[in-house]
């Protein structure tokens, strides 16, 4: 079928309405002024009530002022579904996962992204959706990485601060989470994580200070593990010294909902919000007995502590709720829900993130010759919405890829459907259910295996079938429910198989890998995924997401595991594979992965060409250009990466540092410009406690994945 075209004339889904600047903007002065006068006003009852939750979900206003409760949501990609039996208009957009929306490499549609999110929550009546969640991908098994983003830094970096502005532009507050250090979800609640400075200040943080630094968000959540002793959501170094001192943020650092463990160190060590609830009795618990309950008002009568300490986070929770007009709603923006605009932009953000990982014999996409396709798979007619824990959406509706494959053939395509397999935590093949696939395909033109991992349903039973979802992580990289049996035997009947995988990153494909002509990773890609999913099968649009993160042939392979500890001794995780996560260590080490990170095919072709690079006292300026050499008109991810040639410590092989999404229609070229800034040359010297940039030579790379560099340059600094 022919490719439309038309999809690339522009790089983001119009959404005019989401786009418009915030009103009644007033200064910091302004708002701080504001909150004071509103302090000096408060008793210290009242001021205590704004510190730690009054429902699961909100924190205690104060009524004789004006000041209402200060209310906030899940989830990361959909405003979450109630709970509540008294409201029926719960059913969000539910957009693409965080790593879908990474997988995009579009920093505008983060935008997008955050414009739809925060519009939803506004309508909702919420002030703070908690969201997004851009802890580093380190280990494949981590039950979490659907919500987050990438392995990389500068990729999450980049994609945050769309996302925080879109969410903030909307008059609603962001809540960028976990800080810090949550890259596994087993043993979350106790265990201690042991970590260098330097790979703390190059991996793990750089995505956090851009969220403060260059997208202004308003809210930050603590996580739930301990970093070098001390609990992160009470942690002096990570809290006041580096997040308020060094980086000058001037919101509200809230808790993991019951991530509290002492009163006096939350005092002191930067907490201004608990938050928590207990799950068997829920808003039923006497909120006063928190760590930041009644308790404070105790030590500040007898002396103990001081109560400007307990005024600085009020002050930091009115500043929030002055800014975006929590107290004067009247001003904030009228926020829209389940618009067709809404839905457009969550179809965008699945067509570019969805990832074509193998096309052997051009069997991608399926021409007009093809009447006949087998889908395969419980994943294939399965909503996912449901799903992941905290971040469960109830979508006003889930296009399944089943459906949308029969949305986009109409009638003119036979389309049989075979379960394949079932879900259930250590199921193991059924016979009778892989030949009733295995004929199907036989009997078709062409199979879809739609399989891959999947979230869990009950909220309170997440953990039951779910290999992506909170609190949980994967026990392995193998295919659960007998899926490799399933794939080995419908190839066999049918070699022209297209495997398409649901999930939040790495499966071990080894079984099948090599007989498989075509893979497509698609993620959770939200409510219009099955339309986004067959209308790239089909070639109306020309797949262009890439990997966000490192695919390993096998679980030995990724660096947690062959350098480091996961999930870590039962009380410590020491992260020994310290600076060198995802493909830093795939390509210093030069281990084959299964799919480089920044991978990602087309339907097309690209030629790079006429590299310059020139140095502007400590930056520089790379230009190159790209040509789309094929047929149909397509996007490529073009990614810049740097080598220092020598340093006084050891530096990765590469290291990401520029990207630029282009969109090309056949035989146009355009030129890209990067820009390195002095940072993209420095690394965290950890025996001087610095950032340091040593002169010298850098190779400049430039190419379509880490593996895939086609141009290459250098710059004496």
Not at 16 to 44: C, H, I, V
Not at 339 to 350: G, R, S, V
Not at 640 to 668: A, C, D, H, N, V
Request: net charge neutral.
């Amino acid at each position: 079928m022919k490719i439309v075209t038309y999809l690339f004339k522009a790089a983001i889904v119009s959404v005019p309405l989401l786009l418009q600047a915030p009103a009644f903007a007033q200064t910091d002065a302004e708002l701080y002024g504001k909150a004071d006068a509103l302090l000096k006003k408060m008793t210290l009852q009242e001021k205590v009530n704004m510190i730690h939750g009054n429902t699961t979900f909100t924190s205690a206003g104060v009524p004789r002022l004006g000041i209402p409760d200060f209310v906030m949501s899940d989830g990361p990609h959909g405003v979450r579904l109630e709970n509540r039996p008294e409201v029926t208009n719960d059913a969000s957009t539910y957009l693409p996962t965080g790593v879908c929306l990474a997988a995009t490499w579009n920093p505008s549609l983060g935008y997008a992204f955050g414009s739809v999110l925060g519009s939803e929550a506004n309508y909702r009546g919420k002030d703070v959706i908690l969201g997004p969640g851009i802890n580093i991908i380190r280990s494949p098994l981590n039950g979490r990485n659907f919500e987050y983003e990438s392995e990389d830094p500068y990729l999450i970096s980049r994609m945050v601060v769309g996302y925080i502005k879109g969410v903030q532009d909307q008059g609603v507050s962001a809540c960028v989470k976990h800080f810090a250090l949550n890259n596994q979800e087993y043993l979350r609640t106790k265990i201690n994580v042991e970590v260098s400075e330097r790979a703390l200040r190059e991996i793990y943080l750089p995505g956090f200070k851009a969220a403060i630094t260059e997208a202004g968000v308003n809210t930050l959540m603590g996580s739930y593990n301990k970093v070098r002793g001390e609990w992160a959501t009470h942690n002096n170094y990570l809290i006041n010294q580096i997040l308020k001192k060094e980086w000058g943020f001037k919101g509200l650092v809230m808790s993991d909902w019951a991530a509290v463990h002492s009163t006096v160190q939350a005092l002191w060590n930067g907490t201004d919000l608990e938050m928590g609830t207990d799950l068997e009795q829920g808003d039923h618990r006497d909120y006063s007995k928190f760590f930041l309950g009644d308790t404070v008002i105790t030590l500040v009568k007898k002396g103990i502590v001081p109560e400007n300490l307990i005024d600085d986070k009020v002050r930091r929770i009115l500043y929030v709720m002055l800014k975006t007009h929590v107290l004067d709603k009247q001003n904030r923006k009228k926020g829209e829900f389940n618009t067709k605009e809404h839905q457009q932009a969550t179809a965008k953000i699945a067509e570019e993130g969805i990832v074509l990982l193998k096309n052997q014999n051009h069997i991608l996409p399926l021409s007009s010759s093809v009447k006949s396709i087998a889908v395969i798979g419980y994943n294939a007619d399965r909503p996912q919405a449901l799903g992941g824990g905290s971040s469960q959406i109830k979508a006003l509706y889930e296009i399944t890829p089943l459906q949308g494959l029969k949305n986009v053939v109409g009638g003119k395509v036979k389309i049989t459907y075979a379960q394949g397999y079932k879900i259930e935590r250590g199921a193991t093949a059924d016979a009778g259910m892989i030949k009733q696939a295995a004929d199907a395909a036989a009997k078709a033109d062409v199979a879809v295996v739609v399989g891959g991992w999947t979230h869990g349903y009950d909220y309170n039973k997440w953990g039951d079938n779910a290999y992506d979802a909170e609190d949980t992580d994967k026990p392995n990289m193998n295919m659960p429910f007998g899926q490799d049996e399933l794939i080995k035997a419908v190839l066999k009947a049918n070699p022209k198989t297209v495997v398409v995988l649901m999930g939040g990153g790495a499966i071990d494909m080894t079984q099948w890998v090599n007989q498989t002509p075509g893979i497509i990773q698609a993620w959770y890609p939200g409510m219009e995924g099955g339309n986004a999913l067959a209308r790239i099968i089909f070639g109306q649009v020309n797949p262009s997401g890439k990997l966000p993160m490192t695919f390993p042939k096998i679980l030995a392979d990724a660096p947690a595991h062959k350098l480091g500890q996961f999930p870590g001794d039962g009380t410590n995780v020491y992260y020994l594979d310290d600076i060198y996560v995802g493909y830093r260590y795939f390509d210093t080490w030069k281990v084959e992965p299964q799919f480089a990170f920044g991978y990602g095919l087309s339907y097309t072709t690209f030629r790079y060409n006429n590299l310059k690079v020139k140095a502007n006292g400590d930056a520089a300026t790379v230009t190159f250009n790209v040509t789309n050499s094929g047929k149909v008109a397509g996007a490529e991810i073009t990614q810049l990466y740097l080598k220092q040639e020598k340093s006084t410590l050891p530096r990765p092989e590469k290291e990401l540092k520029g990207f630029e999404k282009i969109f090309l229609k056949p035989g146009e070229t355009k030129q890209v410009s990067l820009t390195l800034n002095p940072d993209a040359f420095k690394y965290f010297n950890d025996t001087k406690n610095q950032w340091v940039m040593e002169k010298g030579n850098f190779d400049v790379l430039v190419g379509s994945s880490s593996r895939d560099i086609r141009l290459n340059g250098v710059v004496a600094m």
